[in-house]
């Protein structure tokens, strides 16, 4: 199968260490395929942000859909342009959020995110209502990173994290943290062993259930919610 | 007060309709400037016609604000770019779907929204679970016409829209009808009288939403969701 | 348009202090009614408070009917006898724990309130569920200071006002706060720029949302749950 | 253990017949006490109705209370002032609403509500949400009856009850009936044989409601919600 | 009324703990038979203990119907087998969880559960949303004690309960305690009075309940969710 | 990996289904397991039945364990035994229900299910409930055909389904269905193509999803709900 990773913001390095967990974790038979728009913004914190990615996103979607994509995944935690995406595309569009929160939920009773900034929280707190995890969802907590501080090294951002899932792990009487953000995908594994809960990264759970449910041979239902644009 | 509407889509007819409506029920003291993006969808009728308005939505908030608009409604009954566009601004930013829900919770004890296509059904119920109003609202109908057939009169939409909430009245048990196009805006009263229950449109809504928050002297929190996005 | 509010407890001060909020931010048109039952608790603290200002409660709403009210403000945050009074009534009714929380979602992603005593947390808890608002409500906190303290400038009222909001902001992750009294409906101003957060009051929200519901000519739905008393 | 049961209502018929009900099935050592205020209205058809009664209600409960009542039924099926009695008591006050929502979920995985006039439906649909149960309750129907017809025999009423009854069976997949009127209480033995249904009845299932919570001798938490009026 | 309470672990100085509670607290005309399948867990830690214990306590309900009962109480908080169990019987089966939590609610507006250990609290809270009774809780706690502890006299069990109540007082904002396990049944009346809030047993609750489902004559629904096993 | 795929009825024909489903769909480097209990029910028809399957399952999952099992899925429709045995096993073990109804929602945005007998409605709703899905799940519709109907081929098993789905794409406003029984595994694409909307099967959903979770390097969280049971 192929499959199209499509980080919304414009920061290579991310879309770099996205197309590397997928290289490592993929199946034999998928092919990777990861891009991002030149015109995004570097980040994407905030509803501002998401906006400004979306026009990029799209034409990536459709670059993607030419090259014969059988599945898509938006690698942002945001889920930026989901729906929008399912509407163009005959092949599963997955969210990383998405996956995560519903893929953990057959792992644990309950679960905590750790994201980066504020802002982000009550977004992704929303995601957790609009799939229905919200019932899952103990509590979502920011780091106080930005974005980017996962690419450069600067804010000590690991710690940073590595200290807030400690502070979940005490607090929140959760069974399993999921990362909010594409950016901390590298993490899982020496944080899991670290804070002796399972660390769960999006990228990778949108990567295995795009892989699912091309294998599955489901596709986006073309019936109202995600049927094609109307042309005008 | 200093009121922007924002039709997302690049029909003007639909933009002067909407500026129609509130200079009849506009305070003395409202000014209103009223707009939409040249190279948006001539309508919006689902999730990937959003996407596409959204940057030309952005662009027009950013007018509105340099025109120094105290607040802002967008006129688009799928809420598009909302949030993005609270990021922006300082002034309220009101959404027609979103005013309408509320107010109608103060008016009756439950609601049927009509609306033109059945794609459009799922987002307005998702949109009803985001703004807290699932529990009042009975059903989300479709007349099965499209967005520019209320413009440009053909379609029977008018007959299709008062058929349907005959229906609404009948079946769902509901004590209001909202109707869900910007587009439908100068059709409540006629339909009102007609169909013999209270018919609001979010246009209208959300211009007196405008004018008490403003009035209220309340502006959006600019703590987390809404702070001022970051400038890269 | 003319706007009875009316106070459901006896004490005039109180109802003066609604009256001067509303003379301060009306429109220019709104002409002002407000008013108390005679015979009504001093303070409404808890549910049999509420029930003993209920009679006195619904003859004001009649006089005001009378006096030929276009929209009633039932001045107490635990809206008490609105859906009776929505029946006595033509022209809306609108509460003011209701008003402040459909008001503030459109300005914050989530509020605490802060109210007087602890046994009215739950009763604001309990409205929170009615209204559809309980996800946008991080917590309900009392200041535990008597309503009449709100009056005589005893307890340090303002002062534990205060202290609770700082409470809030630091450990609720909210965006705005609603005072849950209409006893501090002048304090506002002070405790927003002192706090540095939103603080919604909810007297002012009930005015101005009246205004805008008899602006755009809507009144209190007949079919069901608002119909007018079967005359026995 | 002495069970004070009152019909908020005037109609002293109602009252007998729910003394009938709680003689027929009390515990051989319960005291039924059995009263009604006389300046109530003859019915309680909608929220307005309610509220005039309360005043007589809380005499009545006081009354009881000198009496001395251990427990409290409330029999009217929109359990007006439960919480306002819970405050002045200190035995158990239940509504019959509430006892019948609560029991049936014991017996059955879903239920569906018949009372007498539609303007009651959206009264009981918030009563499901309130007390929890709106996931067990599959429909609230009307047979359009008033309320009195059920004393006065006229109107065919246990015919349009036994009518609404088989609909529901036929159309809302529900495992229960129960009947949303303390005037219906007689009515179940005939109408869950008919029906082939269990047919449950609020007042019957008060009182045995009281009677477990006396014997269980578990009385009103008097922290916060239901603590006493405060004297002033 | 012949009641069977039924415990589904083997340990039978908690089945006599039970038995003595029933016997305390019954109605006089109430037969008590209290039993527990021999090749059970000697407790209930978990969904495995919980599946361990099931095919003994069919055996045991269809030795109870052989018996007579009128109805069945099953004396484990995680209420194991409960919809099973009310397939298999006619009469009424209530689960001690299920009876606490709704008997309580009637009492006061909010509850947290002390349970035994940690891995017991997302279960009680999933029957806490199974029952809809998820609105009420305030937060399900752990003593952090084996259940066998509460037989053996070890751990100081009771002192542990004690300070999980107090913290439960100070921190939740609730208004009752239910103890979320049979194995505490003995200990209400004294952890009341020392902990001033009311203390509520499932055992107690579930006999209670048992003897009003019977004495109003209501029988579990044979349509649908419970209707009796196919034979094969 | 090693896939161990456990009916819990003891149909083996319905074991033989599931596994030619397996060996279709699976992963080149999946190895398939598939077994049932001997002394099970032969159909899972309502709790009972789910509890007599129990400790033959869990037999069936220490099996697979010993022989190397990576992930477990159990295939009825009703998830019997999820929870237990996620204390046994280390690796993921997947219900069908829960697979198919998180999957779904990725490729449209509500689904009804169709399954065979109206006792088994109530049981799959409440999963609907219990995963966070009752949000997507519009109706879950019986076909009313006995489960092994579908092994032996009488009743027009396959028919009814048909006329079912049709029933549900006409009244549901869905955009998929879900097949509510193991047994209809290999129906799938045969009635997607004669209903026009994707047909979900949860024996595929699950072994996709234990593909993905093992491919993903995630376990079972040992944090609380699911650690090992205690030895006694």
């Known amino acids: 199968m192929k499959l199209a990773i499509i980080n919304p913001n414009s920061t290579e390095s991310m879309t770099q260490k996205c197309k590397e967990v997928a290289l490592k974790f993929k199946n034999n038979d998928t092919e990777i395929w990861a891009s991002n728009p030149e015109n995004s913004p570097k ?26 994509a059988d599945a898509y995944v938006i690698a942002c935690f945001d889920d930026p342009g989901l729906e ?22 057959i ?23 609009k799939y229905g995890m919200s019932k899952f969802c103990r509590k979502v907590r920011a780091a106080n990173i930005p974005v980017l501080s996962l690419e450069d090294g600067t804010c000590n951002a690991k710690q940073k994290i590595e200290k807030e899932i400690l502070k979940a792990v005490e607090e929140d009487n959760c069974e399993a943290i999921i990362l909010g953000c594409a950016g901390m995908a590298d993490l899982t594994i020496e944080l899991s062993q670290k804070c002796n809960i399972p660390v769960v990264d999006g990228v990778l759970c949108a990567l295995k259930m795009a892989e699912s449910l091309v294998g599955a041979k489901l596709k986006t239902s073309k019936i109202n919610a995600y049927s ?3 042309v005008k």
Chains 1, 2, 3, 4, 5, 6 share one sequence.
Do not use: Q
């Open 107 to 129: 792992l644990a009773s309950s679960f905590s995110v750790v994201t980066t900034l504020n802002r982000s929280v009550p977004i992704i707190e929303e995601l957790s209502h």
């Open 43 to 68: 980040s994407i914190e905030g509803h501002y942000d998401e906006v400004k990615s979306l026009a990029g996103l799209m034409e990536e979607i459709k670059k993607a859909k030419d090259w014969g």
């Open 228 to 230: 094609y644009p109307i």
């Open 84 to 105: 929008a995406a399912r509407e163009l595309a005959e092949g599963p569009v997955i969210g990383i959020c998405e996956a995560a929160m519903h893929m953990t939920t």
